[in-house]
Nanobody, 127 residues
């Protein structure tokens, strides 16, 4: 199993950036996907999640209206489009996967229960 995040970099406040996560080694289309971030000196936090089909999405209040999660099951890739970036968005961004086969488990919508994790990509928002 591999989750390879990419696309991080330096961006000015108010700018936009898209990070990607390429998955391999498991049936991507059977997994819900999530993005998380960890800022220096802080705990990791949930950012966004998307269902296995891409039909439903969930966001942390801190990014709602500014970030958009999407996926392309044909390319085994999940994306996070970030707009109106703020310095407090500076963090290492991680993607993660959780099986959709768990019955009656909706914790993934809030960032819980993820099975696989990738390495992160650093996003720095600074002028």
């Amino acid at each position: 199993v591999q989750l390879q995040a990419s696309g991080g970099g330096l961006v000015q406040p108010g700018g936009s950036l898209r990070v990607s996560c390429a998955a391999s080694g498991f049936t991507f289309s059977s997994y819900h996907m999530g993005w998380f971030r960890q800022a220096p000196g802080k705990e990791r936090e949930f950012v966004a999640a998307i269902s296995w089909s891409g039909g439903t999405t969930y966001y942390a209040d801190s990014v709602k209206g500014r970030f958009t999660i999407s996926r392309d099951n044909a390319k085994n890739t999940v994306y996070l489009q970030m707009s109106s970036l703020k310095p407090e968005d500076t963090a290492v961004y991680y993607c993660a996967a959780v099986s959709s086969s768990r019955r009656n488990f909706n914790g993934w919508q809030r960032g819980y229960g993820y099975d696989y994790w990738g390495q992160g990509t650093l996003v720095t928002v600074s002028s």
